[in-house]
């Protein structure tokens, strides 16, 4: 009799205790209005590389889906929907834009300059502004946009605490500016060739 009791109030306990949990749930970098059915969900630890999960973002997008990742912490949903182009863009932003990511850590654009957690509201405000030159006259940035870049052979470490820390900055600066995230290769750097003396 009293174990039986004692399970029901567990129960009991359990349920009301699950009731009180709310889920916050938050969208960075797409359009309030879209088709859910179209959405891909991506965890960033069943990718073994980096390569293998920029492929992926470029295949779902170019299969016309839309590419998910899911962050999931106590309280909270971080649905992140990158940018992503099927077709090479004519496009090269400042490098202020950039973060590099080596052996899971980030930082400033092909520097050993590491980008700390407490450093991304002013990177956000500083560097990640962005604006569109054909949508806006104003010259005022209408947006955010990092640019993740690593080398395909790279693992994935730090990328998703990177992104939680990012877009709890995002939120602590209560803007209306989108905030774009787009997940590039990291490709050698070439020097231009030298320049034939003339004699």
């Not at 997008?61 to 309280?75: G, L, Y």
């Not at 077709?87 to 980008?115: L, N």
Request: overall charge neutral; aromatic content about 10%; charged content about 30%.
């Amino acid at each position: 009799m009293k174990t039986s009791i004692l399970k029901y109030l567990i129960v009991v306990l359990l349920l009301t205790s699950c009731e009180n949990q709310i889920i916050e749930i938050k969208d960075y970098g797409t359009p309030k209005k879209r088709n859910e059915k179209v959405d891909v969900l991506l965890d960033l630890s069943e990718f073994r590389n980096y390569g293998i999960f920029t492929d992926r973002i470029r295949e779902i997008t170019c299969n016309d889906s839309v590419p998910k990742i899911v962050i999931k912490q106590e309280n909270s949903l971080r649905n992140i929907y990158p940018i992503e182009h099927c077709e090479p863009i004519i496009f090269d932003p400042k490098g202020k834009h950039y973060v590099t990511f080596r052996d899971g850590k980030p930082y400033s654009q092909r520097t050993s300059v590491e980008i700390l957690s407490d450093s991304l509201g002013k990177k956000l405000k500083n560097d990640f502004s962005y604006y569109f030159r054909n949508s806006n006259n104003s010259g005022e940035p209408n947006s955010y946009l990092v640019i993740i870049e690593s080398k395909r052979t790279e693992n994935l470490d730090g990328i998703e605490e990177f992104l939680t820390d990012l877009s709890q900055e995002y939120d602590n600066l209560k803007s209306d500016r989108a905030l774009n995230i787009s997940f590039w290769d990291l490709f050698p750097y070439v020097p231009p060739p030298k320049k034939k003396s003339i004699n």
